[in-house]
């Protein structure tokens, strides 16, 4: 039987910093926003409003906000889901991959190339972490909308590992895929409400869309060390596409929107709490991705794993705890 730290390699177990600061912080983010009114609160106050009159009082015009509950159900539910179809869509990537990985020297000590793992263990273990990240929706229960969003998010997410064979745009397709974290964190929390109100997505909309460009951006790095091999083998990439110059080009526009993207989260994030905090966190995060783009160059991609690794846990460690301590401080 394969070691434990075989199958947590397998997974990159550790990358798995890059998406779920970004799902407390929507979860944190969820609790701090009061929920739009509804004719049920609306009633509410209404009544609130004529026994005050009754009793000679002045009624407040105002309703007091109302925000979502916290859960132990739906902490524990963000876990498992997080880490489920995380590992699901990473060993459904190892799998569908193997052949490609054993014929590129960088991949090739991989674990289904190397042996260390077989082929038919690796997609049974997919298909477990599958049904286990739809099985873990249940917990949000009586909100439905994360069971009925489960497969569609799952598909989604394993669809990545088949997007370079066909779209250049399988980088962006993988920045998407990790940006549903914050929306799904945020549907989770908030209930069906968000169906009524579809305004209410702008604060998580804005940190989605920051983490599909981020993430877009620094898997076009990433991926500038097999340029000349996905071009040989006819597999679809920025850099085989544009060349390493012309990707570190798209790599930098790519996270100049994200800047962008989380200063519009910071004006809309207000009324969730976000504040100096944030700002001072997404102007460090801005300082942190000019010396990511300053590691690497067309001529010396020998850093790109520093790049990759930790300037970006570094960005996603920062701006978690930023949100958070606005949001209740």
Same mark, same amino acid.
């Given at each position: 039987?394969?070691?434990?730290?075989?199958w947590l390699?397998?997974?990159?177990?550790?990358?798995?910093?890059?998406a779920l600061?970004?799902a407390?912080?929507?979860?944190?983010?969820?609790?701090?926003?009061p929920?739009p009114?509804t004719?049920l609160?609306?009633?509410a106050?209404?009544?609130?409003?004529?026994?005050?009159?009754?009793s000679?009082?002045v009624?407040?015009?105002?309703?007091?906000?109302?925000?979502p509950?916290v859960?132990?159900?739906?902490?524990?539910?963000i876990?498992?889901?997080?880490?489920?179809?995380r590992?699901?869509?990473?060993a459904?990537n190892?799998?569908?991959?193997?052949?490609i990985?054993?014929?590129?020297?960088?991949?090739?000590?991989?674990h289904?190339p190397?042996?260390?793992?077989?082929?038919p263990?690796?997609l049974?273990f997919t298909i477990?972490?599958?049904?286990?990240?739809?099985?873990a929706?249940l917990?949000?229960l009586?909100?439905?909308?994360p069971?009925?969003?489960?497969l569609?998010?799952?598909?989604?997410?394993?669809?990545?590992s088949?997007?370079?064979?066909?779209?250049?745009?399988?980088?962006?397709?993988?920045g998407?895929a990790?940006?549903?974290?914050?929306?799904?964190?945020w549907a989770?929390?908030?209930?069906e409400?968000?169906l009524?109100? @579809?305004?209410?997505?702008?604060?998580? &909309?804005? $940190?989605?869309v !920051?983490v %599909?460009?981020? =993430? #877009?951006g620094?898997?076009?790095i990433?991926s500038?060390?097999d340029?000349?091999f996905?071009?040989?083998?006819?597999l679809?990439?920025? @850099?085989?596409?544009?060349?390493v110059? &012309?990707a $570190?080009r798209? !790599?930098? %526009?790519?996270? =100049? #929107?994200?800047?962008?993207?989380?200063?519009?989260?910071a004006?809309?994030?207000g009324?969730s709490?976000?504040g100096?905090?944030?700002i001072?966190?997404?102007?460090l995060?801005?300082?942190?991705?000019i010396?990511q783009?300053?590691l690497?160059?067309p001529?010396?991609?020998?850093?790109?794993?520093?790049a990759?690794?930790?300037?970006n846990?570094?960005?996603?460690?920062i701006l978690m705890?930023?949100?958070?301590?606005?949001?209740f401080?």
């Open positions: 039987m394969a070691k434990l730290n075989d390699g397998l997974i990159r177990f550790s990358h798995t910093i890059f600061p970004f407390i912080l929507a979860a944190f983010l969820a609790w701090a926003t929920l009114a004719p609160s609306t009633a106050t209404n009544t609130a409003s004529t026994t005050l009159a009754t000679g009082d009624p407040s015009t105002t309703a007091a906000p109302i925000y509950h859960r132990v159900q739906d902490i524990l539910g876990l498992l889901c997080m880490v489920l179809a590992s699901a869509a990473m459904f190892r799998w569908v991959d193997r052949r990985d054993a014929a590129n020297p960088r991949t090739a000590t991989r289904i190397a042996g260390v793992l077989s082929a263990a690796v049974a477990l972490c599958g049904v286990g990240f739809v099985a929706t917990l949000f009586p909100n439905r909308l069971l009925f969003a489960s569609p998010v799952l598909l989604f997410l394993c669809g990545y088949l997007a370079k064979r066909f779209t250049s745009s399988a980088h962006l397709w993988l998407v990790l940006s549903l974290s914050p929306l799904c964190v989770a929390i908030r209930g409400i968000v009524q109100f @579809p305004a209410d997505f702008w604060v998580p &909309g804005w $940190l989605a !920051a %599909a460009f981020w =993430v #877009a620094f898997d076009i990433y500038c060390q340029a000349e996905d071009s040989a083998e006819g679809h990439s920025v @850099p085989s596409r544009r060349g110059s &012309g $570190l798209v !790599a930098a %526009a790519s996270h =100049v #929107a994200m800047i962008l993207a989380l200063g519009l989260l004006w809309t994030g009324s709490g976000l100096g905090i944030f001072v966190a997404v102007v995060t801005a300082a942190l991705v010396y783009h300053r690497v160059s001529d010396d991609l020998s850093r790109v794993n520093q990759f690794f930790h300037t846990a570094i960005v996603s460690l705890a930023a949100g958070v301590i606005d949001c401080v």
